[in-house]
C-alpha cells in the first residue's frame, strides 16, 4: 500500500506572494521561459508552472523508468516487423482525413526515389496517469515524434529544489520536502546524449568527416525554443556535437544533397542527424515544400529522428492494435516478465472501424460516451474530444473517418492540490497530472538490432482537473514537478 503524501504546504498571503516572487526571478534566470504568442525575438516570459511539486508515487515513478527500455523495444520491433506496420499504415491513409496517409506516401516516395539509411534515432516518450481505480499508472499515449519540455523539465524540478532549499515553503524557514521526495529529471542530457551516440555512430560508418552537425528541424516563430535550445547547448557542452536549425518549410531551400554519396549538408557542414522539432501536426504541411523535407531527408545519408516509420509506428492505431494479445504477441512471448508489466499500464482501447470490436465501440461512444476519450492519429495537444462531446462530433463526420479514431477507456487520476501560475496569474483548483518517460534508442530498421537504448528522463505536465487537454504549448497545461512518497 502506497503511503499518503504530506499535506499542501501552508502558507499566508504575504508568504505566498514572496514565494511567487522568488520562483518567477529563479525561472527567468535559469531559462524556465517560453515566448508568448506573436512574440518578438528579445520577448519571453516565465513558462506556465506550478508553485509546488506535485505527488506521485514512488513505487509507480520507478515503474514507469524501468518500462522505458522494454517500451522502445517494443516500438523498434514494429518498426522492423516492416510488413505488419505498412499494412496498418495503408487502412489508416483512407479513413483519417489524409494526415497518416500522406506520411506514408511520403514514405512510399522515399522507398522508391531510395533509402540508403537503415539507421533511425527515436527519442520518444511514453506518457502516464495514475489511475485510482486500478492503483498503477496506465499508459496515456507512446509519443515517436517531436517529445517537448525535456529542458523545462529539468528546470522547474531545479527551482522547486531551490524554493525548498531556500526554506520558502516552510514558515519556519526550514525544509519542507526531504531531499530523496525531489525528483529532478536529466532530461535535456538524455536527448542530447541520443543525439550525441547518434552522430557518433554516423561518424564511424558514414562519412569521413570529424565534425558533422545536427540539424534541429523546427517550426517557424518557435514558442518553445529555449526548451530545445537546453538540449542544444547540453549536446554541445557533454558531447561535442555542434547543431543548427531550419524550419521545416525552407528545409529543401536551405539544404545541399552530393548526388553521388546523398550526403546531407547546411551551409557546408554535413549533417549527421535531422532531428524534426516539428512535423507532427497537418497544419505544418500546408506548403508542399514541407512535404518535399520529409522526402528529401528520408532520402539522405542522415540519420533521421524520426524516420517516417518511426513516425508511423506512433499512431494512436498502432496503441490500440497492441492492446489485443494476439497482436502483441509478435513482439513479445505471453511469459515474458516484461510483457506482463507493459500490458499493466494497458487501457481499454477500441477501433471505430468495421470489426466486431468497432461496433462495440460504436454502441459504446453512444451509449456511454461519459467513459471514453476519442483520439485521431495526431500529436500536439487540443486535437482529443472527451465524454459527452463524443456523439456530437461522430455525427458531425461521415462515418468513413472514424476508422481513424480511436476510443479510449478515461483514466482516473487523483485530484492534487497546487496553485499554478500562468501569465503572472494564480490558479487554485485542483490539478491532475501526467507523467512522461523519455527514451533514446538507435536503431538498424533493416536488421532489428538495436544498436544503443537509455532511459532519458522525465516529465510531468499538470492541469486544472476542469480542463480535458494538457498541452502546455498550446495552453491547455503546465510543467510540474514530482514529490515522491
Not at 245 to 259: C, G, M, N, Q, Y
Amino acid at each position: 500500500m502506497t503511503a499518503k503524501p504530506k499535506g499542501f504546504p501552508a502558507l499566508d498571503t504575504k508568504e505566498k506572494d514572496d514565494l511567487v516572487d522568488e520562483l518567477t526571478q529563479y525561472g527567468l534566470a535559469n531559462g524556465l521561459i517560453m515566448y508568448p504568442e506573436g512574440f518578438r525575438n528579445f520577448e519571453a516570459d516565465l513558462a506556465p508552472l506550478t508553485i509546488f511539486p506535485t505527488p506521485f508515487p514512488q513505487s509507480e515513478f520507478e515503474k514507469a523508468k524501468a518500462l522505458s527500455i522494454p517500451f522502445s523495444k517494443l516500438y523498434g520491433e514494429i518498426v522492423f516487423e516492416r510488413k505488419w506496420l505498412i499494412k496498418i499504415a495503408e487502412e489508416l491513409s483512407t479513413s483519417d482525413t489524409g494526415f497518416t496517409g500522406k506520411l506514408y506516401e511520403s514514405y512510399k516516395k522515399a522507398k522508391k526515389e531510395g533509402i540508403i539509411q537503415n539507421v533511425s534515432l527515436a527519442l520518444t516518450r511514453s506518457d502516464y496517469m495514475f489511475d485510482t481505480v486500478s492503483n498503477q499508472i496506465k499508459q496515456v499515449e507512446y509519443n515517436t515524434v517531436s517529445v517537448s519540455f525535456a529542458g523545462l523539465s529539468q528546470k522547474v524540478g531545479e527551482a522547486h529544489k531551490y524554493l525548498n532549499d531556500s526554506g520558502l515553503y516552510e514558515t519556519s524557514g526550514k525544509k519542507y520536502y526531504k531531499d530523496s521526495e525531489l525528483a529532478i529529471s536529466e532530461s535535456p542530457d538524455g536527448l542530447a546524449k541520443g543525439l550525441g551516440e547518434a552522430t557518433k555512430y554516423y561518424n564511424a560508418h558514414f562519412t569521413d568527416a570529424n565534425n558533422t552537425i545536427v540539424l534541429f528541424v523546427i517550426q517557424p516563430k518557435e514558442r518553445n525554443a529555449f526548451d530545445q535550445r537546453l538540449i542544444e547547448y547540453s549536446l554541445l557542452k557533454n558531447f561535442g556535437v555542434r547543431s543548427k536549425r531550419v524550419e521545416l518549410t525552407k528545409f529543401t531551400s536551405r539544404v545541399a544533397v552530393d548526388k553521388k554519396t546523398r550526403r546531407l549538408y547546411l551551409d557546408g557542414d554535413e549533417v549527421s542527424v535531422v532531428y524534426y522539432r516539428s512535423g507532427y501536426s497537418p497544419s505544418e504541411y500546408e506548403q508542399d515544400a514541407a512535404w518535399d523535407a520529409r522526402v528529401l531527408a528520408e532520402t539522405t545519408t542522415a540519420i533521421k529522428c524520426p524516420s517516417l516509420l518511426v513516425q508511423l509506428s506512433g499512431a494512436k492505431k498502432i496503441q490500440q492494435l497492441l492492446t489485443i494479445p494476439q497482436n502483441l504477441d509478435k513482439f513479445y512471448s505471453r511469459s515474458s516478465i516484461w510483457r506482463k508489466k507493459l500490458e499493466s499500464t494497458f487501457c481499454k482501447i477500441y477501433p471505430l472501424d468495421g470489426s466486431n470490436q468497432g461496433q462495440t465501440a460504436k454502441k459504446l461512444a453512444f451509449e456511454h460516451p461519459e467513459n471514453y476519450v476519442l483520439k485521431p492519429q495526431r500529436e500536439g495537444g487540443g486535437n482529443n474530444v472527451y465524454k459527452e462531446d463524443i456523439p456530437g462530433f461522430l455525427k458531425s463526420i461521415p462515418e468513413s473517418q472514424w476508422a481513424g479514431y480511436i476510443l479510449m477507456e478515461l483514466i482516473h487520476p487523483p485530484l492534487e492540490k497546487n496553485i499554478l501560475l500562468r501569465d503572472g496569474q494564480l490558479f487554485n483548483d485542483g490539478i491532475v497530472s501526467e507523467l512522461g518517460i523519455y527514451n533514446a534508442s538507435l536503431l538498424d530498421e533493416s536488421t532489428g538490432k538495436i544498436i544503443s537504448n537509455s532511459y532519458g528522463g522525465h516529465l510531468l505536465r499538470s492541469k486544472i482537473s476542469s480542463s480535458n487537454e494538457g498541452g502546455v504549448a498550446a495552453g491547455y497545461g503546465c510543467v510540474d514537478s514530482l514529490y515522491l512518497y
